[in-house]
């Protein structure tokens, strides 16, 4: 009878521990697919933001997105000085014409000296 019982307690404080395992796996995983929800929608939003600015309109091969002013001034500038228009260049960055287009104009008045 005790061997019995020692059994039964050992059974049943091993599916206690099982138990709460399985409840700790459980939150864990409902936590997990709350956070993914989270994240996704921001991943695919900012994915499908990077195909649109990267359209048909753009220039091939050329990078969408500068990480810096300086580096979109130098973008702009190497893509003006390939022959692209000033629309062609705003839609491949993703910013205004007019910006494009003042940019253009700084850099000639920075190389005539006036």
């Given at each position: 009878m005790i061997?019995?019982?020692?059994?039964?307690?050992?059974?049943?404080s091993l599916a206690a521990v099982a138990g709460a395992a399985l409840w700790g796996y459980l939150q864990l995983s409902r936590?997990?697919?709350?956070?993914?929800r989270r994240v996704?929608?921001?991943?695919?939003?900012?994915a499908a933001a990077a195909g649109a600015s990267a359209s048909s309109s753009a220039p091939a091969g050329k990078p969408s997105r500068a990480s810096s002013p300086l580096d979109a001034r130098a973008q702009i500038l190497r893509l003006d000085r390939q022959g692209e228009s000033a629309h062609t260049i705003a839609a491949a960055m993703g910013m205004p014409q007019a910006e494009v287009e003042l940019t253009l104009k700084?850099?000639?008045?920075?190389?005539?000296g006036a």
């Open positions: 061997t019995l019982y020692i059994a039964l307690t050992l059974y049943v936590e997990i697919a709350l956070l993914r996704h929608p921001a991943a695919t939003a900012s700084l850099d000639r008045i920075k190389s005539t």
